[in-house]
């Protein structure tokens, strides 16, 4: 009962704390408002701003520091002017660059590196929730930077969207002009006000500063701390609109390690984007082809889990926290990814979006089919979440997958015809973001499950600009399933606070430094600890964006399964033996303002019953604006006694990105792994002819190191095109 106890107590706690600081808009909005009228003239998307408009439009000014310091006046100062047509949403903005010398700029790659580049983003709460929005920004070159905001403001990049941007450079200043189709943003009509929030980062004064201020522990996307933009009359409602993006691709693909020749194939298929309101829509799939996602970037896996890449995908994104945001790290009932890359999806549906004032809804069906020994199935999920106070919310979930072409009487399958994951959650996020939180029940349905067939949990984080204390805690039932999730482990209970303080000298080339406490135990479901970690962690961060950090980690180890620390298949450990050891290490991250820079980490102390000594690395070259060469490096040295396995794991991969222009783009990414024998190839060509439509080639390699003879290799030519 102890840990049951633990977490309602937590539980309470969020919901004290929600009624405590709970009010209904943000700080900034009355205090920071910018107004925007409708024009008719036309405006032309070329970085000038000469328009009559622009000359009478109302401008927000006066930026304040949020990094290195929340005090006091941006330096490099902006001003960004508003203004709207029918159909259009516009911005122009000027900065003010009062520092020589070249502006720093990663690349003229879409969604650039925030931290790697001088830019400009707007970031809009169209629903007025502080939850969920829209960014659209550009760096210093031009390169376009858009994604939607969830979960109060973090921003997923991997979402697309049409509208325009152009920029002009001067000695003295950047210009950039925006013009953003309300087609491409959800909203609720008649609302005679959104939240607005305007970036900007200057690297050459090291110094990020924002229109609304923001308190420095924050993202300057956190929407609880936006403005107001004030339209002259409210956006009225719209009618049904839809996109069209048909593909059409062909590959060929070799199995030469099987004596296999070319199998050349090809095909087409559909997406559709139906606009049913300012605030709901409707995304459909027809065979879908993956074949322009980005081959995922290796890793040296020595660890007793399933790793986890992130979501791509483009029919995934939209609204993709009520589906992806579900349970938290490690634990998740629900995991896009499980769906469509080992079979075929046939067909698929996703309608998401805003009813009313407080109430969102997610709904999404898939259809897979039949490859090979994996049979055809139907994934379902249906997410429904309301609004509580200013910006906190309840969700209630049902995951489902169903065997859909398994026959009565047949023997030899030995899965599960279904499996469903039911819960609701509770995330807490108070009116000034200083309390953050998580509560979650779900239960698992399953042919056989049990009582044990059930995982809850709770978090919450207190957040300043000098203190941040998170405790976590988990417990999952020994039974729990989640076919569609992503789940580490099963039968534990877990605690883990967290303790990091900052301190922040004045008149010094330090920004911050503080230390870190982490502590994590884990125990089985009699209460018996399986699992502690213990460290401390001491970081420095300098005014030029380096960043320095040792610790020191103490790690307690009972393992539940047999397990060879190598995973190379050797000779494992034993289940339920017992493992005590202590390691250090330190990382580095170097002035990214630089077009050399780089990060380097090693660790070093016990492993097992053995010792471990690893050494990480990245080298990032830029040649601005044009291109980027990176080289990430893992070095693992194990020694273990006989009769285990000692093994040294080496992984490089290179990675060129030449950018041609903001619309040709070519990738060239090799990854060496002597811990799977393999050496990789992936060579991506893009040509983005119209907005959000494009021309991919792609080749991938796979062949062994010693002698190059290739194992399989496939050629992909696929295009796409977004008719409105």
């Known amino acids: 009962m102890s840990r049951i106890s633990l977490l309602l107590s937590t539980a309470l706690l969020l919901c004290v704390n929600t009624i405590v600081f709970s009010q209904t808009r943000g700080i900034n909005r009355e205090k920071y408002r910018i107004n925007i009228f409708k024009t008719n003239d036309p405006i032309k ?92 920004g550009v760096s210093a070159a031009g390169a376009q930077w858009d994604g939607v905001q969830a979960n109060g403001g973090l921003v997923n990049l991997d979402w697309d969207i049409k509208w325009r941007s152009a920029v002009k450079n001067y000695d003295d200043r950047w210009v950039a002009e925006f013009a953003i189709p309300f087609r491409s943003m959800r909203y609720k009509e008649g609302t005679p006000e959104w939240g607005i929030n305007f970036s900007r980062q200057d690297l050459k004064t090291s110094e990020k500063s924002s229109w609304a201020p923001m308190p420095r522990q924050f993202a300057t996307a956190t929407l609880a701390f936006t403005g107001s933009l004030v339209w002259d009359k409210p956006l009225p409602a719209s009618g049904t609109r839809f996109s069209l993006i048909p593909y059409v691709s062909a590959k060929t693909t070799q199995n030469k390690q099987a004596g296999e020749g070319f199998k050349p194939t090809a095909t087409a298929g559909i997406d559709a984007k139906v606009i049913l309101s300012t605030s709901m829509n409707l995304d459909l799939t027809v065979n879908p082809d993956y074949s322009q996602v980005e081959v995922d970037r290796q890793v040296t896996n020595l660890d007793r889990f399933e790793l986890f890449f992130p979501e791509k995908r483009q029919f995934y994104l939209e609204n993709s926290d009520l589906f992806a945001n579900l349970g938290k790290d490690n634990l998740r009932p629900f995991f896009s990814r499980r769906v469509g890359l080992t079979n075929p999806v046939q067909a698929g549906a996703r309608l998401s979006g805003k009813i009313g004032k407080d109430w969102r809804i997610g709904l999404m069906d898939l259809q897979t089919g039949e490859k090979d020994d994996v049979l055809a199935g139907n994934y379902t999920v249906a997410a429904l979440q309301r609004r509580v106070f200013s910006h906190s919310n309840i969700t209630a979930f049902l995951v489902n997958k169903q065997v859909t072409n398994l026959t009565n009487g047949d023997t030899s399958f030995t899965g599960y015809r279904f499996s469903r994951v039911a819960g609701v959650e509770y995330n807490l996020a108070s009116a000034n973001n200083h309390w953050t939180g998580k509560t979650f029940y779900h239960q698992s349905f399953y042919p056989g499950s049990t009582n044990k067939s059930s995982a809850l949990a709770a978090n919450l984080t207190y957040s300043t600009q000098y203190l941040n204390a998170t405790l976590n805690q988990s417990w999952v039932g020994a039974d729990y399933l989640a076919e569609v999730g992503y789940i580490r482990r099963k039968g534990y209970y877990e605690v883990n606070p967290v303790f990091q303080y900052k301190f922040y000298p004045s008149d010094s080339k330090i920004a911050n430094h503080g230390p870190v406490m982490k502590f994590d135990l884990l125990f089985d479901p009699s209460m018996i600890q399986t699992d502690r970690e213990t460290q401390f962690l001491y970081q420095v961060e300098w005014m030029n964006k380096s960043i320095l950090q040792a610790d020191v980690k103490q790690t307690f180890l009972k393992l539940q399964l047999p397990f060879d620390p190598t995973n190379t298949g050797a000779f494992p450990f034993a289940a339920k033996e017992k493992f005590n050891w202590k390691e250090m290490g330190i990382s580095f991250v170097s002035d990214i303002r630089k077009p050399i820079n780089f990060l380097i980490s090693s660790r070093y102390g016990g492993y097992f019953s053995g010792t471990r000594m690893t050494v990480n690395g990245e080298l990032y070259y830029r040649v601005q604006p044009y291109g980027s060469l990176a080289i990430i490096s893992s070095y693992n040295n194990i020694s273990m006694p006989l009769p285990y396995k000692s093994a040294e794991f080496f992984l490089i991969g290179p990675r060129l990105d030449i950018t041609f222009t903001d619309k040709l783009f070519f990738t ?28 991919f080639i792609v080749y991938t390699e796979n062949s062994f190191p010693g002698d190059y003879q290739i194992k399989n290799r496939g050629l992909v030519v696929k295009l796409s095109y977004w008719f409105n």
């Open 45 to 136: 998307i070329d970085g000038l701003l000469d328009e009559p408009v622009w000359q009478s439009a109302d401008k927000a000014t006066s930026f304040q520091r949020v990094l290195p310091t929340d005090t006091g006046f941006a330096i490099a100062q902006t001003e960004v002017k508003v203004a709207y047509t029918e159909s259009t949403l516009y911005v122009g903005i000027i900065c003010y660059d009062p520092t020589p010398g070249k502006r720093p700029v990663e690349s003229l790659r879409r969604d650039f590196s925030f931290m790697k580049n001088d830019n400009f983003i707007v970031f809009i709460d169209t629903y007025n929730d502080q939850t969920n929005g829209f960014a659209f």
């Open 668 to 695: 060239s990414l090799l990854q060496y792994n002597n811990q799977i024998n393999n050496l990789n190839l992936n060579l991506r060509f893009q040509w983005r002819f119209a907005p959000v439509s494009d021309l």
